[in-house]
C-alpha cells in the first residue's frame, strides 16, 4: 500500500466561456488555446471536466476512475462521487447573476444531481472592486414582484471585495462576480446553475436562457446578511493550515508557506491548488496553477518555498 500513498497531480481542463480572458494561459501556463478562458477546472471528477493525473503510479487516469476503483485514496468515504470541484475562474467581463439548489432540489428536478454550496476564495480584483451577493427582496411577493417588473437595480444587491476575502455561498444566493476578478472556487460536485439575470446582454444576436421560475422556487427569502457570507483571511499564521471555513459540504483551508512548514494530513484526502508563488511538497518542485490531492493516510505533509494554497477536503463519513 506504501506506493499508493503519492500526490496525485492533476491536468486541469479549462474551459472556454464568453466572459474569459487569456490569464489562465498567460498567467498560468495551462496549455490551452484561445482569449476566452474562463475557468480552468483543477480538481474534478465530473462528466463534464474530469481531470486526468499527469505521473506517478496512477499516470493517465482520470480522477473519476481512481475514485471508482480505490476508494482507500479518499478514506473510503460514503459519497457516490468524488465530492467537491475546485476552478480557477479568471472573470474579464461580468458573469450572469445566478443561483443554485439545494441537494434535494436538484435530486428532484435535475436528474439526480447534487446541488451546489460554493466558496470563493478572492485571488485578485481591482481597486473599488465588487460582487453580487444577495438581494434586497424583503418577502417572497416582494422578490416576484421586482424579477417581473425588472427592477434589478433595487433588487440586486452589490458588496465590495478586496483580495484575500473568502466568501461563502449557500444555495439559494443570489451571486455573481463582475469584471476583473481571479476567484478559486470550491463547490460540491456539480454544474446546477440557474441564471437569472444577464444584464440584458446579446450573444449572437440573442440574450442567454434565463430560469426564472426555478430561480424563484430556491432564492433564500429575505437573503442573509453580507457579513455572514464574507471575511477577510489576510494576515493569517505563516507556515501553518489555517482553517478558513467549515461545512456539511467542506472544510476550506489556506496555508502561506514562507521557509518550510510542515502539518498531518489528517482528513479523508485533501484536494490543494496553489494560488501563487512556488515551493517544494514532499520533494516535488510546484507552483503557481498547480493542483493536486494529498492521499488518506499520507502522513506528515512537508512543505518548503514560497507559496500560497487553498486546500479543501469533506466530512469523514468513513473510516480512513
Ligand atoms: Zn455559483
Known amino acids: 500500500m506504501q506506493e499508493k500513498k503519492e500526490l496525485i497531480f492533476l491536468d ?10 487569456r490569464k489562465l494561459r498567460e498567467e498560468f501556463g495551462y496549455p490551452v488555446e484561445g482569449n476566452d478562458i474562463g475557468e480552468c477546472w483543477g480538481i474534478s471528477a465530473h462528466p463534464e ?40 475562474i479568471d472573470a474579464q467581463d461580468d ?20 446541488g451546489k454550496t460554493e ?50 455561498i449557500d444555495p439559494g444566493t443570489v451571486h455573481a462576480i463582475k469584471a476583473d476578478t481571479l476567484i478559486l472556487e470550491t463547490q460540491q460536485n456539480s454544474a446546477i446553475t440557474y441564471r437569472l439575470y444577464d444584464y440584458g446582454r446579446l450573444q449572437n444576436g440573442k440574450s442567454r436562457e434565463l430560469h426564472i421560475d426555478k430561480s424563484l422556487d430556491v432564492i ?27 461545512c456539511e459540504k467542506y472544510s476550506i483551508f489556506k496555508i502561506d508557506v514562507n521557509g518550510k512548514a510542515s502539518f498531518e494530513q489528517k482528513y479523508p484526502f485533501l484536494a490543494a491548488s496553489v494560488l ?34 487553498i486546500l479543501s477536503t469533506v466530512d469523514s463519513r468513513g473510516a480512513c
Open 119 to 168: 466558496c470563493w476564495y478572492i485571488m485578485d480584483c481591482r481597486e473599488n472592486a465588487t460582487l453580487v451577493i444577495g438581494h434586497n427582496a424583503g418577502s417572497e411577493a416582494e422578490l416576484k414582484e421586482m424579477v417581473s417588473e425588472g427592477k434589478w437595480q433595487e433588487l440586486i444587491r452589490e458588496i465590495p471585495i478586496q483580495k484575500g476575502d473568502f466568501i461563502q
Open 220 to 246: 433564500t427569502v429575505p437573503a442573509r446578511n453580507p457579513e455572514e457570507c464574507v471575511k477577510s483571511v489576510n494576515g493569517l499564521p505563516e507556515n501553518t493550515l489555517n482553517q478558513l471555513y467549515s
Open 49 to 88: 471536466g474530469d481531470g486526468v493525473v499527469r505521473d506517478g503510479i496512477w499516470q493517465g487516469k482520470k480522477l473519476s476512475e481512481i475514485w471508482e476503483g480505490h476508494p482507500e485514496v479518499f478514506g473510503n468515504l460514503q459519497y457516490d462521487r468524488y465530492p467537491l470541484l475546485t476552478k480557477i
Open 276 to 309: 501563487e508563488g512556488e515551493g517544494n511538497v514532499a520533494g516535488r518542485q510546484v507552483h503557481k496553477g498547480d493542483h493536486f490531492i494529498i492521499p488518506c493516510g499520507y502522513g506528515t505533509v512537508e512543505m518548503s518555498g514560497g507559496m500560497s494554497l
Open 12 to 21: 486541469p481542463v479549462c474551459m472556454h466561456n464568453i466572459w474569459g480572458g
Open 95 to 114: 458573469l450572469s447573476i445566478q443561483v443554485h439548489p439545494d441537494d434535494a432540489y436538484a435530486r428532484e428536478k435535475e436528474n439526480g444531481s447534487l
